[in-house]
């Protein structure tokens, strides 16, 4: 099991950034993978970035040049970098982990992309 908590969510106008965070209560390491998701208003989960044990990521088209996922081992965080950010960013974002056949989700932290 794991424990996930996001952070660094808010209000931000379009164009502007935000780092996301997702700290984990054990290892990342010993993650098979982990990912960015995320849902807006009256859509349907969504899978933003994954980032593999090995490092190798994949990114939904939406954001692929915008958005740029990490992770620190030694912190067992992963991150999300967003840039140019528009107004259909705008959702409540979820960190999951998956080990072995199982997966866990964080509570999500929100962002709102507004003028």
């Known amino acids: 099991q794991v424990q996930l908590v996001e952070s660094g969510g808010g209000l931000v106008h379009p164009g502007g950034s935000l780092r996301l965070s997702c700290s984990a209560s054990?290892?990342?390491?010993?993650?098979?993978?982990m990912a960015w998701y995320r849902q807006g208003p009256g859509k349907q989960r969504e899978l933003v970035a994954r980032?593999?044990?090995?490092?190798?990521?994949t990114y939904a088209d939406s954001v692929k040049g915008r958005f740029t996922i990490s992770r620190d081992n030694a912190k067992n965080t992963v991150y999300l970098e967003m840039n140019s950010l528009k107004f259909e960013d705008t959702a409540v974002y979820y960190c999951?982990?998956?080990?072995?056949?199982?997966?866990?989700w964080g509570q999500g932290t929100q962002v709102t992309v507004s003028s």
């Open positions: 999951w982990a998956q080990i072995g056949a199982n997966g866990y």
């Open positions: 054990r290892s990342i390491f010993s993650c098979d993978s």
């Open positions: 980032i593999t044990r090995g490092g190798w990521t």
